[in-house]
């Protein structure tokens, strides 16, 4: 029976949740102080009509203070422009597209927030309700490994082999490769090998955030086609409602559609370019101050950065200082690389 844990990191400007699955990251929350709450899945809303697409069957909604979200509609429920909806938040904003809303009724007055999304403790105890929550140092622990996790391409496959989860515009492709997986009997162990390889794309693919398309593309031939179906239903059965799985197809893939409900963590934690951000690099220098600062409880301590990290964690160390006080500090040197960020003794 698979067992689910919870964690919970409260840090400066930032809050991480991580649920694993027996001992591995699955899913990993992170909330930002300047995220928007009225974009956040489960947010409701009262908000206006700015324009209606009959041909789309798509309304744009003014949600208030610059935030918009699209309101997908039937044809015989169609909204009216200039009207106001109240409205959830079923699907966060990602890069190139607009938050997703389901109408709940009419609203009145102007757009505003009417009930915040579910907060990070709640979400986690959700996922696992009989778990304990784990906060303090082991949560930071485990929170960084799950983002490292999250932000990898290539994920060793339990037993052997690797699986490569690689997101593109269209879909998110899914490589099994036996590697190293060894056994006298090649079926068998291909089977073994694609067996692993849904399971570990259905935890790789919720930590990650992702949905959409996924083509899984499995190894071997002769697949059997019932066994890999049912042990696909198992293991994206959590991502419910909204899943959608193919049979394996003539060139040995398995198609799935996931529900998109977040936003990317990869889109979170990083540039365009694929680049750590900078305010993630400051949130990970100020973690380790953090830490420092909690082993070594009489310490001064710096932070060396890069000029754009020392700008972006300036507001998250007045927000340490506040909390363990004022014997930490920055140091901007723009010679040093953008990605390396030291702490030591001032």
């Known amino acids: 029976m698979s067992t689910r844990q919870i964690f919970l990191d409260r840090g400066p400007g930032e809050i991480r949740g991580v649920v694993t699955l027996d001992g591995r990251p699955e899913r990993l929350i992170v909330r930002r102080d300047d995220d928007e709450p009225c974009l956040m899945l489960g947010a409701r809303l009262a908000a206006r009509v700015e324009s209606v697409e009959p041909a789309l069957a798509t309304a744009f909604l003014d949600l208030g203070g610059g935030a918009e979200a699209i309101l997908p509609f039937k044809p015989d429920n169609r909204p009216t422009r200039g009207a106001m909806v109240e409205v959830e938040v079923r699907a966060e904003p990602r890069r190139g597209k607009l938050a997703v809303a389901r109408l709940l009724g009419e609203a009145d007055g102007t757009p505003r927030l009417l009930q915040p999304a579910p907060d990070v403790s709640e979400i986690l105890r959700a996922c696992a309700r009989e778990a304990e929550l784990v906060e303090g140092r082991e949560a930071r622990h485990m929170a960084d490994e799950a983002e490292a996790d999250a932000l990898e391409v290539l994920h060793p496959l339990p037993g052997g082999g690797v699986l490569a989860v690689e997101p593109t515009r269209a879909l998110t492709a899914v490589d099994v490769d036996l590697g190293e997986r060894k056994g006298a009997d090649a079926k068998r162990v291909t089977r073994q090998a694609n067996l692993a390889a849904i399971r570990e794309s259905a935890r790789l693919l919720r930590l990650k955030g992702l949905g959409g398309i996924v083509v ?131």
């Open 216 to 346: 899984l593309d499995l190894v071997g031939r002769g697949h059997d086609g019932n066994a890999l179906m049912a042990a696909a239903r198992a293991a994206f059965g959590p991502d419910n409602p909204g899943v959608a799985i193919g049979p394996v197809g003539r060139f040995g893939t398995m198609e799935i559609s996931l529900p998109r409900r977040v936003r990317p963590i990869l889109e979170i934690l990083c540039r365009d370019d694929g680049a750590l951000s900078d305010r993630t690099l400051a949130q990970r220098l100020v973690r380790r101050l953090q830490s420092e600062g909690e082993v070594q409880p009489g310490a001064r301590l710096v932070g060396a950065c890069a000029p754009g990290v020392a700008a972006a964690a300036a507001p998250l160390l007045a927000d340490l200082q506040a909390r363990m006080g004022a014997r930490f500090e920055l140091r901007a040197d723009p010679a040093r690389p953008r990605a390396r960020i030291d702490v030591g003794a001032a």
